[in-house]
């Protein structure tokens, strides 16, 4: 099943949007998705806890420091979307 396949089954416009941000990349961090995104990390965050709960994403560790937190990665989960 393919993403554009998948994005519609994601309930809310928001979380179709941010799952679709993921497009072809294996692994994307937060970072990358506030940025691309413009949402406000409280509402990215709850947006990526739901994708996950619900099994389209999973956690694919944390990436490197740039002087701050390591960021975490996320990537689209394989069993389910694809």
């Given amino acids: 099943m393919g993403l554009q396949n998948v994005r519609q089954l994601i ?3 928001k979380a179709k949007a941010v799952f ?3 497009g072809q990349r294996k ?3 937060k970072q990358d998705l506030l ?3 413009g949402l406000p990390v409280t509402t990215l965050t709850r947006i990526l806890e739901e994708l996950a709960k619900a099994g389209w994403i999973v956690e694919a560790g ?3 420091s740039t002087g701050g937190r390591r960021p975490i990665l996320y990537r689209v989960n394989p069993q389910r979307a694809f």
């Fill in 11 to 13: 309930p809310g416009r």
């Fill in 20 to 22: 679709g941000l993921f």
């Fill in 27 to 29: 692994i994307v961090s």
């Fill in 35 to 37: 940025e691309k995104s």
């Fill in 62 to 64: 944390l990436g490197e």
